[in-house]
């Protein structure tokens, strides 16, 4: 499991602090209105609807929060006006970073992504600069707890996983996007508990980082995944152990 997949699992296991639950709760609707302008209202006919909305769930967003994103960007041109965005970059150490943002305000998120690169020691790359060494996989996260996690491992590649990764009791389960649901229901169908499952640039190979740069990096992920209109952050950035414990415990 790379450094970047146990930050992010850390992160979850941390919990979101309630000063933060809103802002990830705009951002969670946001992703439903636009999944709403592109597909329709109507979850069953609209794969990245149904994919936002259990997201939105795996998150504890209220259902009523739910159904009044998807009522407001049935009803209204508010989701027409954010635009979809890929910025890329490299960070400390050389990482490679993807930032997806959302924004009615193209001019304002682009420097605000820019000048959170330069305060953290890294810089924006073009077009195309980084995105290359990821790819699209459904990710599904999974906390073994009293089950065996080889045994899951196994359940998952039976269900139809391209690659499973096992560290400690925690599970991570690689499919192809097109079979991420299946996978997901193939699991809790066995009564295995999904903590978060969602399409993810997942990187082809990693980048080992050494411990000063290491803190860099996780300081500039961390800012901007806070920024308002930033949807997901990835890197191909592998953490050392020791730094993951020190923000464990922050």
């Known amino acids: 499991m790379s450094g ?19 802002q990830v709760f705009t951002k969670l609707a946001r992703e439903i209105m636009v999944a709403v302008r592109q597909g329709g209202p109507d979850p069953e006919g609209n794969f990245r609807l149904r994919l936002a909305v259990q997201r939105a769930r795996d998150s504890n967003m ?9 009522k407001r960007a049935a009803g209204t041109t508010d989701a027409s006006a954010l635009s979809e965005i890929t910025y890329e970059g490299y960070g400390p150490g050389g990482m490679a970073i993807l930032v997806q943002v959302l924004t009615d305000n193209r001019n304002r998120t682009l420097n605000e992504v820019r000048n959170t690169f330069s305060r953290h020691n ?21 906390d073994a707890g009293e089950v065996n996690a080889e045994e899951l491992a196994l359940m998952a590649i039976d269900a139809g996983a391209e690659d499973v990764k096992v560290e400690d009791s925690s599970v991570e389960v690689h ?76």
Do not use: C
């Not at 146990?6 to 979850?12: E, L």
């Not at 209220?62 to 998807?70: C, F, L």
């Not at 699991?187 to 978060?196: F, M, T």
């Open 4 to 22: 970047h997949s146990k930050w992010s699992q850390i992160k979850r296991q941390k919990g979101v602090a309630d000063a933060k639950r809103g």
């Open 62 to 70: 209220p259902t009523d929060n739910i159904e009044r994103a998807i």
């Open 122 to 142: 890294g810089n924006m790359g073009e077009a195309g600069s980084v995105s290359w060494l990821f790819d699209q996989r459904g990710v599904i996260s999974i």
């Open 175 to 250: 499919t192809r996007p097109q079979d991420m649901e299946k996978v997901r229901k193939a699991l809790e169908e066995k009564d295995i508990h999904i903590a978060s499952a969602d399409l993810s640039m997942v990187p082809k190979t990693i980048v080992p980082i050494e411990e000063k740069a290491a803190l860099s990096g996780l300081r500039l992920l961390e800012r901007l995944e806070e920024l308002d209109d930033v949807q997901h952050v990835y890197s191909n950035a592998d953490f050392p152990d020791k730094v993951l414990e020190t923000y464990r415990a922050s």
